[in-house]
Nanobody, 122 residues
Framework: QVQPVESGGGSVQAGGSLRLSCTHS????????LGWFRQAPGKEREGIAN?????TRVADSVQGRFTISIGNANTLYLQMNNLKPEDTAMYYC??????????????????WGQGTQVTVSP
């Protein structure tokens, strides 16, 4: 099974922006449930955004600052603006081959990337 591959993480100061990318060869992204998650040290994995053919869902914690989208060449993006130190975490892309998302839960996703680190300094 091919895994998603994330990129675009890095270190920024508070208030800055980053755009994460996720590619996943062999699948038509527009037909999948695709999501972004993050996990900070000592904390549980948090679903922050996902999309399928019917809707886009964004967690309250990042609403208005993060945007999930699909671009050309089967790439999933997470645009992150006005970053805060509490956004510091490892960010993961995930795919649900069933096509429809069910909330922001992690259990519905069967394929995960290795993650990309985002660090936000005060």
């Amino acid at each position: 099974q091919v895994q998603p591959v994330e990129s675009g993480g890095g270190s920024v100061q508070a208030g800055g922006s980053l755009r994460l990318s996720c590619t996943h060869s062999g699948y038509l992204y527009s037909r999948l449930c695709l999501g972004w998650f993050r996990q900070a040290p000592g904390k549980e994995r948090e679903g922050i955004a996902n999309r399928d053919t019917s809707a886009t869902r964004v967690a309250d914690s990042v609403q208005g600052r993060f945007t999930i989208s699909i671009g050309n060449a089967n790439t999933l993006y997470l645009q992150m603006n006005n970053l805060k130190p509490e956004d510091t975490a490892m960010y993961y892309c995930a795919a649900n081959y069933g096509g429809r998302c069910s909330g922001l839960s992690a259990g519905q996703f069967g394929s995960w990337g290795q993650g990309t680190q985002v660090t936000v300094s005060p």
